[in-house]
Antibody, heavy 126, light 112 residues
């Protein structure tokens, strides 16, 4: 059974870096068909896709324009996991952060998330 | 990029059918058959219920069905059960240059 296990601090100070990790069991971060995403949810912004990483002979990243200047998503093949770093956070970045899987198959992206982590509430406050 | 528009709440009695709408534009819902629906119980992660407008993943009850007409997609829950009480979100691919995915505003389903 494929599972995503999230970890990381629940409290981050303003202007600092938010860091979360998503460990994959039952699949591979280096999969030639899956892609690994970060999505967040807050009362003010709803569900918001942040970005993804995927491997197709080399590593690729796609990021939402709203966070592109502050976000990095990195794979860690040695631990079969991927991470989210969001720099210069403000209270507006307070949200539940989810990792999730979607697919890039022969016909293109599938445009849905079939597997989600449990979510991590991250509060940005001093 | 605006979120897809959903009604804030929908309610029904056990055994009834309800329909949740999801309205977008020709750049997302109306232009592509990449609409998906997610169910979210309090404190839980979203669960995929429908993908590609009307397809159900393995394990999802056939009481859940999806459709689309123009710029509006719909999720119908038939034979409403107490366990269906949750928040529901639609999502779509968008050709907007600002992002790839757009989500709906969410609908709270209450079983009376």
């Amino acid at each position: 059974q494929v599972q995503l296990q999230q970890s990381g601090p629940g409290l981050v100070k303003p202007s600092q870096t938010l860091s979360l990790t998503c460990a994959i069991s039952g699949d591979s971060v280096s999969s030639n068909s899956a892609a690994w995403n970060w999505i967040r949810q807050s009362p003010s912004r709803g569900l918001e896709w942040l970005g993804r990483t995927y491997y197709r002979s080399k590593w690729y990243n796609d990021y939402a324009v709203s966070v592109k200047s502050r976000i990095t998503i990195n794979p860690d093949t040695s631990k079969n996991q991927f991470s989210l770093q969001l720099n210069s956070v403000t209270p507006e970045d307070t949200a539940v952060y989810y990792c999730a899987r979607d697919w890039l198959l022969g016909g293109g992206w599938t445009w849905y998330f079939d597997l989600w982590g449990r979510g991590t509430l991250v509060t940005v406050s001093s | 990029q605006s979120a897809l528009t959903q009604p804030a709440s929908v309610s029904g009695s056990p055994g009834q059918s309800i329909t949740i709408s999801c309205t977008g534009t020709s750049s997302d819902v109306g232009g592509y058959n990449y609409v998906s629906w997610y169910q979210q119980h309090p404190g839980k992660a979203p669960k995929l219920m429908i993908y590609d407008v009307s397809n159900r993943p393995s394990g999802v009850s056939n009481r859940f069905s999806g459709s689309k007409s123009g710029n509006t997609a719909s999720l119908t829950i038939s034979g409403l059960q107490a366990e269906d009480e949750a928040d529901y979100y639609c999502s779509s691919y968008t050709s907007s240059s600002t992002l790839n995915y757009v989500f709906g505003t969410g609908t709270k389903v209450t079983v009376l």
